[in-house]
């Protein structure tokens, strides 16, 4: 780095956390409040990262649908920090599955028992599996693939009919890579939510979406004495002496230590002093993105939040009605849908432009929803993200590092670390937590 601008802007020392997404901005706060002095950079020039909120036509709403689980303690201890707590709304909205060119409710025990595809003892089958996933140990899971594990416990007609839509829903393509231990985290997530007399999960929204989460979180952060430098790609973190020094571009500015909040692959392209062995595992981390399109309808399609589809000849990997859940009244009475496509980096999606995305979604769209129920559609947006979760295939466990820093002073967080389950901001905070306790830890 020499040659490089050294700044006097902000002075040496304290602690720099990269990545203003949600693990970034925990991660952040928990340091000031530790009484750390902290410089959160972040690429864009708004925090948030996924969970960022955009316009849409006349409406202000999460670029990707977020809900809030009640079991969620650490976002809800986010959201009663920060004064929110009171703004959650919550609903119990339906769950649907487009099969055989029909759509079916899937909310209730009893409409699994309806399920048309599965006899008596596969709906029985599906009952223990689930069971098992909630209340079994995960020994020897992280190396076995979810099809094995399901089709041993469900059966192959269940696995078909009920697991590979579930898994297709958050995997795409690359469903038939994932871990059992992947498929375990996800049941028991949503085993644990289904609290109550009715045994169907409570959604959660905060009124105004992220974008009101992510207002608050950055006025919590400057009232903490947190620096934020937005729009600041750091480009290289390189220890030097007792401190380490993050670029952006050819400014250098010198802190005690770092976290990084990015996915393992790009960490380790900013940080050139790693170890030849620690460089390739975190390279070797393949990441699943996502293309997500909105649509602004001015009516409901469904009262379905999700719907599954068991169907491969569909563009997208499932349904989602946000407004089974936000009240329209929030979105200026228009309704809103996102139509995800999880994809696999060789995926052709990547290489279409908005209007050919738009085509292909709207014409699957149609065979879910003939006719779109009637509904016009107001506004519509593409958002394509390479880096969303970590492919939990057999084996991810063991090439995952753990948090303790690979050079002085750099700690690196991931989602990647998320071992159980799809990356959620639940477990994101969770780890942020964690996290600042090591360093917190290791520097006292
Ligand atoms: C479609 C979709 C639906 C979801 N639904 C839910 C849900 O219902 N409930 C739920 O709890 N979670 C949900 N999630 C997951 C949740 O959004 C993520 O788990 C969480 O936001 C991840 O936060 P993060 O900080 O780890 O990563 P990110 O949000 O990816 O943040 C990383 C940040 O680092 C920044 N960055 C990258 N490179 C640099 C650099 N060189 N210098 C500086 N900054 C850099 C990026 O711009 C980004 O802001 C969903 C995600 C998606 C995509």
């Known amino acids: 780095m020499s040659g490089a601008e050294r700044s006097p802007a902000v002075p040496a020392g304290g602690t720099a956390v990269v990545g203003g997404g949600m693990l970034g901005i925990g991660a952040a706060l928990l340091l000031a409040e530790a009484g750390r002095r902290v410089t959160l950079f972040e690429r864009a020039d708004c925090l948030g990262g996924l969970a960022a909120a955009w316009s849409l036509g006349p409406v202000r709403w999460d670029r990707h649908y977020h809900v809030i689980l009640e079991s969620d303690e650490e976002t809800l201890g986010l959201l009663e920090k920060l004064d929110l707590a009171g703004r959650v709304v919550w609903s119990r909205p339906g769950t649907g599955c487009f099969a055989g060119g029909r759509l079916f409710p899937v909310t209730s025990a009893a409409d699994m028992l309806r399920l048309p595809a599965l006899g008596l003892v596969d709906k029985f089958r599906l009952g223990l599996t689930v069971l098992r996933a909630a209340h079994g140990g995960r020994r020897g899971l992280d190396e076995m693939t979810a099809e094995r594990w399901l089709v041993r416990w469900s059966g192959k007609r269940a696995y078909t009919a009920f697991w590979k839509p579930l898994l297709v829903a958050k995997l795409g393509a690359s469903h038939g890579r994932a871990s059992a231990a992947f498929i375990q985290a996800t049941i028991r997530r949503l085993y644990t939510a289904r609290r109550g007399a009715s045994k169907r999960e409570r959604f959660g929204y905060v009124r105004g979406g992220y974008a009101v989460v992510l207002d608050r979180a950055e006025r919590a952060l400057r009232d903490r004495g947190c620096t934020l430098r937005l729009g600041a790609g750091v480009s290289s973190i390189v220890r030097e002496g007792s401190r380490v020094a993050v670029a952006v571009g050819d400014r250098v500015d010198l802190f005690d230590d770092v976290i990084l909040t990015l996915p393992p692959p790009i960490a380790a392209r900013l940080c050139p002093q790693l170890d030849h062995d620690t460089r390739k595992k975190l390279e070797s981390i393949e990441y699943i993105g996502v293309i997500c399109a909105s649509l602004l309808l001015d009516r409901a399609l469904s009262g379905y939040y ?139």
């Open 306 to 444: 999700v719907t599954n589809v068991l169907d491969e000849g569909l563009p997208f990997t499932a349904v989602i009605e946000m407004t089974a859940c936000v009240d329209p009244g929030d979105l200026r009475g228009r309704h809103l849908i996102y139509l995800p496509r999880y994809a696999p980096w060789d995926d052709p999606f990547w290489d279409l432009d908005d209007s050919a995305i738009r085509e292909s979604l709207l014409a699957g769209l149609e065979r879910v929803h003939p006719g779109l129920g009637g509904a016009r559609i107001e506004a519509f947006r593409v958002s394509r993200q390479r880096f969303v979760l970590p492919l939990p295939a057999p084996g991810l466990a063991r090439r995952v590092p753990g948090i303790e820093p690979a050079i002085p002073g750099i700690w690196m967080l991931s989602s990647a670390q998320i071992r159980d389950g799809t990356p959620n901001v639940n477990d994101t905070l969770r780890l942020a937590r964690q996290g600042v306790a090591a360093l917190l830890g290791a520097v006292s």
